[in-house]
């Protein structure tokens, strides 16, 4: 069974730094691109970020260039979101999903909060 | 940027009619990536439609997705009450990625 845990998320103060982390399982991890979603309480989504299957291809949603950085390691089946410079805009579910177009499998999201 | 843009915003019908959901895109999308998501208050989204017309794996054969090029729909051929709910759509051709501000079905 895919499953996908996010974990990381809590609250923040503007210009602060968060680490997201997202634990995979019941797949071939270093097979797929990951994505990174958000979602702003009672808003629509945003897609932020998305890597391929061996980290040499990022890519990054305008809003967050030279903030966030997307990473993952193969070896322990994880992705990660360095979320640095935080501003009150990026409070968000943060759900890690699989695949780099669509995504089938999705985690259940962790909640960043940045007070201002 | 390719903007996304979904309409209505909000769609009240009863069960068992038809919805037609729209979404049109500010320019092309290469190779017709365009994908449905349906998203139930407090849930995950769940995936419909890939490819524009491909459906997802564990999706109601209800629930079919159709355009090209900028516009693209999904119906729902008869409405069942867990269809109630919102649904977006996803450009996945050019980066960015790109979702709809997304439109809820409601009764």
């Known amino acids: 069974e895919v499953q996908l845990v996010e974990s990381g998320g809590g609250l923040v103060q503007s210009g602060g730094s968060l680490r997201l982390s997202c634990a995979a399982s019941g797949f071939m991890f270093s097979s797929y691109w990951m994505t990174w979603v958000r979602q702003a309480p009672g808003k629509g989504l945003e897609w932020v970020a998305n890597?391929?299957?061996?980290?040499?291809?990022?890519y990054y949603v305008d809003s967050v260039k030279g903030r966030f950085t997307i990473s993952r390691d193969n070896a322990k089946k994880s992705l990660y979101l360095q979320m640095d410079s935080l501003r009150a805009e990026d409070t968000a579910v943060y759900y890690c999903a699989r695949g780099g177009g669509y995504s089938y499998y999705w985690g259940q999201g962790t909640l960043v909060t940045v007070s201002s | 940027e390719i903007v996304l843009t979904q309409s209505p915003g909000t769609l009240s019908l009863s069960p068992g009619e038809r919805a037609t959901l729209s979404c049109r895109a500010s320019?092309?999308?290469?190779?017709?990536?365009l994908a449905w998501y349906q998203q139930q208050p407090g849930q995950v989204p769940r995936l419909l439609i890939y490819g524009a017309s491909s459906r997802a794996t564990g999706a109601p054969d209800r629930f079919s997705g159709s355009g090209s090029g900028t516009d693209f729909t999904l119906t729902i051929s008869r409405l069942e009450p867990e269809d109630f709910a919102v649904y977006y759509c996803q450009q996945y051709g050019n980066s960015p990625w790109t979702f709809g501000q997304g439109t809820k079905v409601e009764i």
């Open positions: 890597i391929k299957s061996d980290g040499s291809e990022k």
């Open positions: 320019q092309s999308v290469s190779s017709g990536f």
